[in-house]
């Protein structure tokens, strides 16, 4: 088995996806550092797409900038995807960590982050007849990262490829699931918060007169 740093073993599992997470998880080689490390780099990646891309490709920035769009696609849906991938392996007695979750999702985005930003770096220099180039590094990044996030979802639980694919969709199911409850729940709060000021203004013009 390999014996390489923590830094080696992100290179190790990127370039050798079928192997790399099982030596990672037989090592105990992840690091939380570096996953969250990663998970920041995908924030900013996110914001550069959004708001750095090349002019002649994007050209209609909104002219008032919010960061929490940006913060929920990253770090916002990460999580969800790791609270809810973690409660669906115990329907299926998976054996992953919701730590060994967290880092194996986190090292499967590399390649997706790393397409995304060369490509929006590249937007500045390429012209409009070759963005076919932009979107090659993209669309190998996100077909990269398909194939590493499987991989890992695979070795952290020890699961069959068929039950792995299971387990994602479920996940995913799980995540709109979290979603509708959170917006109910924000919506009944912002409700409350609305009765709690219509009484207080009500109350605040009764004492004034």
């Not at 599992?13 to 998970?39: N, T, Y």
């Not at 919010?66 to 999580?79: A, C």
């Not at 960590?97 to 929006?120: D, V």
């Amino acid at each position: 088995m390999l014996d390489l740093t923590q830094g080696q073993f992100v290179k190790h599992v990127v370039m050798h996806p079928f192997e790399g997470f099982e030596d990672l998880r037989w090592k105990k080689a992840g690091s939380m550092k570096i996953a969250v490390a990663i998970v920041f780099l995908l924030f900013f990646q996110q914001l550069a797409y959004s708001r750095m891309y090349g002019f002649q490709y994007y050209s209609d920035y909104d002219k008032l900038f919010n960061i929490i769009p940006y913060i929920f696609k990253s770090w916002g849906l990460f999580i969800m995807y790791v609270v809810a991938n973690w409660a669906m392996c115990t329907l299926f007695d998976g054996e992953g960590t919701m730590k060994n979750i967290f880092i194996n999702t986190a090292y499967s985005l590399i390649p997706y982050i790393c397409g995304y930003l060369i490509g929006t770096v590249l937007s500045h220099f390429l012209i409009q007849d070759e963005y076919i180039f932009i979107q090659a590094f993209e669309i190998i990044g996100l077909a990269w990262t398909v194939v590493l996030f499987i991989s890992g979802m695979k070795a952290v639980h020890q699961f069959s490829f068929g039950k792995t694919l299971l387990l994602i969709l479920l996940t995913l199911v799980a995540m709109l699931a979290m979603l509708f409850l959170l917006i109910l729940l924000l919506t009944l709060f912002q409700q409350i918060l609305i009765f709690i000021f219509t009484i207080y203004t009500e109350l605040s013009y009764r004492l004034r007169v």
